[in-house]
């Protein structure tokens, strides 16, 4: 019987199908469980050990989170029992930790302008493409060669490692495009006059230096490629704080504005789930999060009226 290090490198050995970011989750989950346990024999981990590993990770840890490195986890072991390496695999009897799903917030029209009027140029152009629907990680890696005016898009493609560029790789394997309109094709031309040599429409140029050298050192991992801007989500903090949005959203709530206008307009869930580039209409469904339930119920009663009020029967 080997050890989970021996038998965890030749899982990854004989795995080269295993997302880098995948690897990276499990490789800290491997190091945890190590840390705690030992370097165990495979088949000495049993129910109650990945029990205590599962009420450790809460400790730190969102429900969310704790369960991501579970699920990693439980993939590796069930390889091993599928191999035959172990009898069974002892995560079978681990029950997820219940997460409540958040809500996406909306961003009003009003709170918007006051975020566009307090922002330089950057922040504008980023947070008018975020209204049009893409990921933190996809605007943060558009590169010039990406914009096209002429068709009004944005192309979301993955990138190879370059002397100017870093590789990165789309959350879907399909390339996709964003749609933009005159006013972000303007503040586009703008910025790219301004680039110079750099290729990166939405990044600082201090944060694509510092990049590119982390990627020659072979330190850029898979997260810092996600966002290369690294206090990203701070920075959005602080220009909410500007703006006086109280309280204050996500960036990420941009794309659930983006897909709540667009419903609201007469978009159906598989037009949406199309644009967005889920994998389900039931992901899509709860980024949509302005059904007014007031309007709902009178328009319920509405199509009563019209189909049945008439009846004798009634």
């Not at 910025?191 to 072979?218: A, T």
Request: glycine share 4%; proline share 3%; with cysteine.
């Amino acid at each position: 019987m080997q050890s989970i290090t021996a038998k965890y490198a030749e899982y990854k050995q004989k795995r080269p199908d295993l997302r880098e970011s995948s690897v990276e989750i499990l490789d800290r989950a491997i190091r945890w469980f190590i840390e705690l346990f030992g370097d165990l024999e495979v088949g000495q981990v049993n129910f109650g050990k990945i029990d205590d590993f599962k009420s450790w990770l809460l400790n730190d840890r969102l429900p969310g989170t704790a369960n991501t490195y579970l699920a990693m986890l439980k993939s590796f072991f069930n390889w091993l029992a599928k191999r035959r390496f172990i009898e069974y695999n002892p995560f079978d009897g681990i029950t997820k930790y219940k997460v409540v799903q958040k809500k996406f917030e909306i961003f009003t029209h009003d709170e918007i302008a006051r975020l566009l009027n307090i922002s330089n140029e950057l922040w504008r152009l980023i947070i008018s493409i975020g209204l049009c629907g893409p990921r933190e990680s996809e605007i943060l890696n558009i590169t010039v060669r990406d914009i096209d005016l002429e068709n009004k898009r944005i192309r979301v493609t993955p990138k190879k490692d370059t002397l100017t560029t870093w590789r990165w790789d789309i959350k879907d394997s399909d390339e996709a495009y964003i749609g933009i309109d005159e006013s972000i094709s303007r503040l586009l031309m703008q910025r790219i006059e301004k680039l110079k040599d750099m290729p990166y429409v939405n990044l600082k140029r201090c944060y694509w230096k510092r990049n590119i050298l982390l990627r020659d050192k072979g330190k850029l991992n898979q997260r810092k490629r996600n966002n290369p801007w690294g206090n990203f989500n701070r920075d959005f903090r602080a220009l909410q704080k500007r703006a006086l949005i109280i309280p204050q959203k996500r960036f990420h709530d941009l794309r659930g504005t983006f897909t709540t206008e667009r419903y609201n307009a007469g978009f159906n869930l598989a037009e949406l789930s199309k644009l967005l580039r889920h994998s389900t209409i039931s992901t899509t469904v709860r980024y949509v999060n302005s059904i007014d339930e007031k309007k709902l119920v009178a328009k319920s009663g509405e199509f009563f009226a019209k189909h049945y009020a008439t009846l004798n029967v009634l």
